[in-house]
């Protein structure tokens, strides 16, 4: 089946994907929207898995200050190279974790990094498992790994620190 350049349009613009990988994606699903949008989700997956032995030098600290600043969060989120930390989606990624942490309240940010005897579901403890606050579908990982996936670079959560007033 002939993939139109609107059909490559809107896929890119629901993704953020590049042109060529819209052109695949559409290709591989006869130019099904949806299956096109899978398509991309495993191939930027794959693209984490073999990108996660990178080093991660550059990046950025981002704050977050919410409830009338009775919370506040800094989160480090770190990238291959400078020119992405720059980009607005590296940006608007550490925003959305920053607010995940203020949301959610994990206590680590991997499975490896929880303390013998840590109380509670690991889901809820630990930021990468937890199910994403603006789409309950999928979870922190996967939202790092779509960025993964846009960026072509490793991407990593290393810290965070979360303040809240009274604690």
Partial sequence: MAVTADQIKE?????????MDCKRALEASDGDIEKAKRFLAEQGLAMAEKKAHRETAQGLVESYIHAGGRIG??????????FVARTP?????AREIAMQVAAMNPLVVNEEDLPEGAEGPTDQLVLMRQPY?????????QLVNEAIGKT???????????????E
């Fill in 11 to 19: 896929l890119r613009e629901q993704t953020g994907a590049g042109v």
């Fill in 73 to 82: 969060v800094l989160v480090e989120v770190n990238c291959e190279t400078d």
């Fill in 89 to 93: 989606e590296f940006q608007t990624l």
């Fill in 133 to 141: 606050i603006r789409d309950q579908s999928k979870d922190v990982r």
């Fill in 152 to 166: 072509g670079e490793n991407i990593r959560v290393k810290r965070f620190t979360r303040f809240e007033l009274g």
